[in-house]
Structures are given as C-alpha cells and as structure tokens.
C-alpha cells in the first residue's frame, strides 16, 4: 500500500506552541492556530501585514525594547543564514478591546532560516513561547532574579526537543553564560551625586560569550574606582574566569595605593587561575577633590575623556602588557591626568571599536567622532547613542562592555 501523504498544512496549523512564518520583509506569510489564539489576533489582521505593524513597541514606554530586539534577531537570521535564540522579551501588546491600552507580556523567541535552492534566506521560522503566566505567578515584575529564572526554564524547553540537539545544546551554553555573567555584573548603584550609565551588549552566535566584565565602586572621600576588563576565549569558562577576576580586582582597588598596585595584584592572582592568562583590564580611581583621573591598563584599550571643549583624550600612558604575559612580576606604570567639571570618562572593550581586518587606530577615531557629535549628553542616553553608532547592525562577533561616568 502506497505511503500515505503528509498535510504538512494541518501539522503546522495544530502545533501546541506558537508559530508564525515570515517573508524576508518582516510580513506574516502564515500563522498558526496557536499564534492566534495566544496573541488574541484574528489571521485577517496578521497574514500579508508587516510584523512591526501588528505588534509595535508601547510608545507610552520609552524603555520598551522588544520590537527592535526582535527586528535586530530577524536581521541576524537573515544575514547569517542561522538560527537565533533570543534572550527573555518583555514586549508589551495592545489590548484589541481596549485600544491604547497594553498588557504586559513576557516572550522567548527563537527565529529560524528556510534557505532555498540557491542558500538564499526565503522564509523566516518565527516561534514564540509565553512565559507571561509564570513570571506574574512568581510576582516577579522586574525581578532580575525571577527573569532570569523564566528565561532559562525556557531554555531547558527548548533543549528538550528532538530536532537540532547539537545547535540546541550550544544556545542553551550561551544562555547559561549570559545569565551567569549577568548574575556576576554588578547593577548599578549610587556613586555619590555622580551620574554614571553601564551597558553590556552580548556577541551574537552560540558560542560567542565572552568574558568582558565592568566594575564601579566607592572610595575613601570623593573618589570611585572604575575598571573594565576582558577575558580571553568565550563560553562558559570565560564567564567563570571573569567572575573571579571582576571580584579580585573589585577588592584589590579598594585597598590598594592606586590602579598600578591593584593590577598587580590582580596580575598575581591571575597567574594561579586557568584561563585567566593573557586577560586584558583598565583600572582608573577618579577623585574629584584633586580633579583628576589616575589610571593605570593591562594591556587594555584606552579610555577615553571627552572634555567639555570638544577635545577626546585617550588615557594612553600607562598601559602594560595583559595579566599574565611575563613570566616575573615587575611594577605596572600609573599616570594621572585632570579634568574639569563637566567632562566625561569613558571605558569600554574592545568589541565596541575593533573590527576584523582594520587597525585600532581607525576603530578609536570612530569612538571620538562619536563622541564629540554627541557632546553633552547625559550618561544614560550617551550610552544607548554609542552602542547605535559603533556597533554592527548584525554579525557582532565579540561582547562590549561599556561604563559612562560624567565628572
């Protein structure tokens, strides 16, 4: 007897979670019943119209994120050819009953390609997971703690499917180091009556977590202590080589006689910890007493001191080779420069200006021009303005981590 025929139609139409297919301009090409009964959308209102449209940002929130991150996902697929898996959405949705209203939502989305004969991108796999109902369960609205729990209960789903184990398992190892490093990155507390801003962009691709970390932290008088550093390798060990060199460093300046001394301590400890060879960091202590920046770098790009002129100083006289690189122990330089009220110090890793086949040097201009085209800019927004300036759009290879202090 003949094998009977497959109505791939009626499988896509009963899958149990929600699926969606896209066009490589972003349109709904078909939904699944699932999708329209969880999104409360009819297909009339979802099938040939562009996705930004049926689900756009709350623009009564201005921190609300979830449709560029989707739309910057999307775009990876599509110039990549790969799968992506989205790090835990909150992506607000307009009540159908009761317009302008939003209801808040929690997604986890994993985007896929359908390739055509030719390799080319012809559709987009768009699959979505609702974990609204947990995260409200556990009364967790904007708990760190219980996001992160939501996200990788999502991730453990994900790795139960059958299709694609080998892929699956290497998404789940970069979520897993996400949320490790997130866990082990200080949030941003009180500085004084400064203002400061941090951000961590993670590398697109499965295995691509880096070791990048920041660290802030309060001084005897009217001084902090600003570092950041950067990990050799990427996966799992590098998020945990991080977390213990973050910490030594993060106690080492708060005893130490100035940056030089605190990098040597660290450079010492590093030696006695696998993976941590050839690590690079900054370490600055701002003291607004003297007003003046001391600052001492292994192996790390410069920071740079955007003076209220115009002028970009890269703090650049004083940097030694990474931690680890000499096999005895020798005094890491210091220097120290001033600034005037209103300035402001920037540090950052390398993911923000290196790029492939290009010198730093043309990298580190791109960062000054940037900064001096956004001039007097709170911390906050400088922040957002620099990772939209210096970033690729897609295909981010390397983590960035970014600290902002305005002085």
Not at 181 to 210: E, K, T, W
């Amino acid at each position: 007897m003949a094998e009977a025929g497959i109505d791939y139609s009626a499988v896509f139409q009963a899958l149990p979670g929600m699926i969606a297919l896209l066009t490589p301009e972003m349109t709904y090409a078909d939904v699944n019943e699932e999708f329209l009964r969880i999104s409360g959308r009819t297909r009339g209102l979802m099938v040939g119209r562009y996705l930004f449209d049926v689900f756009p940002d709350n623009p009564g929130d201005p921190a609300a994120s979830g449709a560029r991150n989707l739309r910057a996902s999307l775009q990876r697929v599509l110039a990549t050819g790969e799968r992506d898996a989205m790090a835990l959405q909150r992506y607000d949705v307009e009540s159908l009953e009761r317009p302008g209203e939003w209801e808040e939502r929690y997604w986890s989305t994993v985007n896929a390609p359908v390739l055509g004969p030719d390799g080319q991108v012809v559709l987009l796999v768009h699959r979505v997971e609702e974990v609204t109902e947990l995260i409200k369960a556990r009364g967790s609205r904007g708990s760190r703690t219980q996001v992160l729990e939501a996200e990788l209960y999502a991730r453990a789903r994900e790795l139960q499917e059958g299709n694609e184990r080998l892929r699956a398992a290497h998404a789940r190892e970069r979520e897993v180091a996400l949320a490790l490093q997130d866990a082990m990155l200080p949030a941003l507390g009180p500085i004084g009556h400064h203002r400061a801003a941090v951000r961590y962009q993670p590398a697109v691709g499965s295995l691509n977590v880096c070791g990048d970390w920041y660290d802030l932290v309060d001084l005897p008088g009217d001084r902090i202590g600003v570092a950041v550093g950067d990990v050799v390798g990427h996966g799992l060990q590098a998020a945990g080589v991080m977390g213990l060199l973050r910490s030594a460093l993060s106690a080492a300046s708060r005893v130490a006689e100035g940056p030089a001394q605190a990098l040597e301590v660290l450079g010492l400890y590093a030696r006695s910890v696998e993976g941590a060879e050839n690590t690079t960091a900054v370490e600055t202590c701002v003291d607004w007493d003297t007003h003046t920046i001391t600052y001492s770098s292994a192996g790390h790009p410069p920071p740079a001191l955007l003076h209220v002129d115009g002028t970009v100083e890269f703090l650049d006289q004083a940097t030694d080779p990474p931690l680890g690189a000499r096999p005895e122990h020798i005094a890491r330089p210091q220097a120290t420069t001033t600034f005037t009220e209103g300035d402001t110090l920037v540090l950052y890793t390398d993911g923000l200006i290196e790029r492939r086949h290009e010198d730093i040097d043309t990298g580190l201009g791109r960062l000054a021009d940037s900064l001096i085209h956004h001039r007097g800019t709170a911390p906050e927004a400088l922040a957002d303005a620099l990772l939209l300036d210096l970033l690729p759009t897609v295909g981010t290879t390397d983590d960035t981590a970014l600290v902002i202090v305005q002085l």
